[in-house]
């Protein structure tokens, strides 16, 4: 990034903190606070800084222009300490990152930013439904990351204290680790002639958790089977592994028999069909997960973006969604800084190609030319362009 570009950016990013100050995250003095600046050449975090260190918020931004702004999820008794045994950890938000760059079938390399952004939105509703279904959290910040993805901040008292090891077994829980039929199956005797056979009945709770993940994926299925040609049926079960013609058939024919049954979590309606249940909650795991970052959880430690911040790779505002909101959001239209609408800048673009931004879809050529604010300072920020001369 030329020194002219830097420093455009660097006060456009004053003049927006002085018009918009975000809003501290609860109990914000107990939390380590860190920051990147402008610096050539450099992305070294200044950290171990205290809400006191800082001062006032609003200030501090217009004043310093950070890139990029943080605070820990950790809480402690001195945030401020230069060692994180000095600052005395007392408990941390249950925070998740989820980034598109990530996430299975998604190619940066050929997927459009948008749908790269819509894609990781899919995966935000799955991990909402994890943390707010199965796991009852009802103290949720969800955050669009100002990039490429989307944070989410639990709160709830009981999640606070979680130890790195309890997060971990979370971690594993939403990205499907360990997830196979016997453990989430029920099985139970089937009583006869007064007494317990040896027979048992196998079925899937529809209550919640995995099981019901691969019972709502077979019924969708069995629908599906149902109204198809009976060859494209036979077809697509014989797509999973292990089920053939004959197979196949059978499937098809007892979930034609014992719909409502299986509706009902049975799945011993035939031999054949428990196999065919084994095979979709290996595919129920791989579409379901929510494929989150890991240290990003289990790091009581973690400093994460401020919400109602700039991000500095793309200008986009780190924008904090309220729940009912969050259908209707449109990152490439809502996280646009209003301080950047309104007029055109002059830029050298040098990598060019299509933007959908505010809005609009561009197709940027390359060499200097005159664009919307917004769209010249996504572009300086992504290293895709530099700051012309007016």
Known sequence: MEPRTRAYLRGRFRDHYRRVAPSLPPAANEREWGFIPWSEGSTTMVRHRSLLDLGDLGDFLARKRPRHVYFSAGRYRDPGAGTMSEKDWREADLVFDLDADHLPRVDPDEDSYAEMLAACKDALYRLLEFLEEDFGFEDLAIVFSGSRGYHVHVRDEGA???????????????????????????????????????????????????????????????????????????????????????????????????????????????????????????????????????????????????????????????????????????????????????????????????????????????????????????????????????
């Open 160 to 390: 606070r204290t979680l130890g790195r090891e309890a997060r971990r077994e979370i971690v594993d829980y939403v990205r499907g680790v360990g997830v196979n039929f016997d453990d989430i199956i029920e099985s139970e005797p089937v009583a006869g002639m007064g007494r317990e056979t040896p027979a048992h009945k196998r079925s899937l709770s529809t209550a919640g958790g995995w099981s019901r993940r691969v019972h709502r994926r077979t019924m969708a299925l069995i629908d599906d089977l149902l109204e198809m040609d009976e060859d494209d049926a036979i077809d697509r079960l014989r797509s999973f592994e292990g089920i053939g013609e004959g197979k196949a058939d059978a499937i098809l024919t007892a979930a034609s028999n014992n719909r409502a049954a299986i509706e009902s979590g049975n799945v011993d309606v035939h031999p054949a069909f428990i196999g065919f249940v084994r095979a979709l909650v290996d595919e129920t795991v791989e579409r379901e997960i929510s494929p989150i970052d890991e240290p990003v959880t289990t790091d009581v430690n973690r400093l994460i973006r401020l919400p109602g911040s700039l991000h500095g790779g793309t200008g986009l505002v780190v924008t904090p969604i309220p729940r009912a909101d969050l259908a209707a959001f449109d990152p490439l239209v809502d996280a646009v800084a209003p301080t950047f609408e309104g007029q055109t800048i002059a830029v050298s673009v040098t990598d060019p190609g299509e933007v959908v931004l505010g809005g609009d879809t561009f197709t940027v050529t390359a060499g200097a030319q005159h664009v919307p604010e917004y769209l010249g300072v996504f572009l300086m920020a992504r290293g895709r362009a530099e700051k012309e001369k007016e």
